[in-house]
């Protein structure tokens, strides 16, 4: 079989640029001896090892007519290639709004966008429950910014000094203290422990409900311990008092009457007996 002289052309890098290679290739390399038409199943040439674009995933599945093309047979074998940068064969949708560098947010094995999201999720803000539906630019506004990651620059209207819980709170208070990225209106109870441990310590287990200590629907600054037959009152002044003498703490006494639930955490900010 006679030896034709293929060229290929090898991108080494962006600083170097293109440079040529010549070799001499055999024709059944690549062809069958009974026809040119369809091409070997296993060609003896092996792209990923003698170029630098290895055919991986989605592009192993790819004619090589479709990279390499030519208006003749000679031009066809001489193997050029417009780039390896994948915008030399993909359309930029994002009209260059990302810079070049698509494999930040695709790869090979798959352009579905849903990639962007996995990816995201290994950068300090996972995209999780709510935030995963929402368009990329909804954040990304500037190009080359990386936007805050602070809840509030996004969600400024969403906080109301006028709720109860939030009456001692700034509009710069870490929001994911109680709240998730699935909705504004579920508290993230696991978060409890922040403040006072539910979850943990001699409270866990001992209890059902956020009502069980919170009453008052919506309003978490107020909470009871003698709720839902938690704490008995005559209990606890049998606990902290010998007929008129009440334990004292921290230059506190404890009330022999009229005590209450703040009276409880002044002395047990952590449940602690």
């Not at 034709?4 to 062809?31: A, K, N, P, W």
């Not at 055919?55 to 003749?72: R, V």
Request: include cysteine; charged fraction near 20%.
């Amino acid at each position: 079989m006679k030896l034709i002289r293929l060229t290929f052309f090898l991108v080494l890098s962006t600083l170097v640029g293109q440079s040529q290679m010549v070799e001499d290739r055999s024709c059944l390399e690549c062809h069958l001896s009974g026809s040119w038409l369809p091409l070997s199943e296993t060609p003896r040439f092996d792209h990923n090892r003698v170029t630098d674009f290895k055919l991986i995933y989605k592009h192993s599945d790819l004619a090589c007519s479709q990279c390499h093309t030519g208006g003749s047979i000679d031009e066809f074998h001489t193997f050029s290639v417009k780039g390896d940068q994948c915008v030399d064969c993909h359309q930029d949708i994002h009209q260059n709004y990302w810079g070049s560098d698509c494999e930040t947010c695709h790869s090979p094995q798959n352009w579905d966008a849903a990639m962007a999201y996995r990816r995201h999720n290994q950068t300090l803000f996972p995209l999780l429950a709510a935030h995963q539906s929402q368009s990329c630019y909804l954040c990304h506004t500037t190009l080359g910014m990386i936007p805050t990651l602070d809840c509030h620059v996004c969600h400024k209207a969403d906080f109301s000094q006028d709720l109860p819980a939030h009456a001692d709170l700034s509009p710069v208070t870490d929001c994911s203290t109680c709240h998730a990225p699935t909705r504004w209106d579920q508290i993230l109870a696991i978060n409890h422990d922040v403040f006072f441990p539910i979850h943990s310590g001699q409270h866990r287990g001992e209890w059902n409900a956020c009502t069980d200590c919170h009453e008052q629907s919506g309003d978490y600054q107020v909470f009871t311990c003698f709720g839902s037959g938690c704490h008995d009152e005559a209990d606890m002044n049998d606990e902290h008092c010998e007929g008129n003498d009440c334990e004292q703490r921290s230059g506190l006494t404890y009330p022999r009457t009229g005590v209450n639930s703040n009276d409880c955490l002044a002395c047990h900010p952590r449940g602690n007996e």
